[in-house]
């Protein structure tokens, strides 16, 4: 029950930072990060830390840590499972697989390290 939980939370997750990224400089990112309470080019964290809903920060924390290809910056994140998205999608920007290996998760280190490739 908890893993089925926590499968679905970071799915959820995935989607929403997959898309950050994904759709970074499209008009409905723009649309979607703004309701989140930020920008999609997003780089200064202290935004992100006066938001109040835990999910958009730990949404625009990812970002930041994307834009800036920072990986540090996700260590502001409380939620081990959020960190390790956050972790997963600084890999993918910074094309580094050293910052994989900073997930605690083996199955989602596993999934950034294919993303990689």
Do not use: H, W
């Not at 950050?20 to 990060?33: N, R």
């Not at 109040?52 to 930041?64: F, K, Y």
């Not at 600084?90 to 900073?102: N, T, Y």
């Amino acid at each position: 029950m908890i893993i089925n939980t926590m499968k679905t939370e970071f799915s959820m997750l995935l989607v929403l930072a997959v898309a950050a990224v994904f759709l970074s400089g499209c008009s409905e990112e723009d649309t979607s990060t703004k309701a989140m309470g930020f920008d999609a080019n997003v780089k200064d964290s202290a935004v992100c830390m006066k938001l109040n809903n835990s999910a958009s920060r730990s949404t625009c924390l990812g970002v930041v840590a994307g834009n800036t290809k920072d990986a540090a910056v996700c260590e502001q994140i409380n939620s081990p499972l959020q960190k390790n998205v956050c972790y997963s999608e600084a890999a993918k920007k910074m094309k580094d697989p050293k910052v994989c290996g900073m997930i605690s998760d083996e199955s989602i280190s596993g999934i950034c390290l294919n993303n990689l490739k």
